[in-house]
């Protein structure tokens, strides 16, 4: 286990998923929701640049889980952050799941 218990990494700097998505506000309301939480010591929302998945974004992916979500919009971070962030559940209709045939939901299809 790191420094922290739950590491989110949200792809901000990629060719693609910042233009599927205001996935610089998806960081900001990440971080604000965990400040309201009190969970700045323990949860971190980082930025990061591409994950090499173009085209399923917007991604994000929680460590120490390894989750990885596609398609995430800004009405799904909500469900992410309390099912998954605080209550250590994730949100399955939105994991992805490279290689598995039908698993995952298209970009932006809600
Ligand atoms: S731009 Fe986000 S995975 Fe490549």
Known sequence: M?????HVFVCTSGDTCPTQGDVEQYVKYLR????????HADVRINKAGCFSQCGWGP????????VWYCGVQASDLQEIFD????GG?????LRYRPGVKGANKKPGAH
């Open 2 to 6: 790191g420094q922290y218990r739950t």
């Open 32 to 39: 604000g929701e965990a400040a309201k939480a009190k969970l």
């Open 59 to 66: 991604m994000m992916v929680v460590y120490p889980d390894d």
């Open 83 to 86: 099912s998954h962030i605080v």
């Open 89 to 93: 559940k994730p949100v399955e209709r």
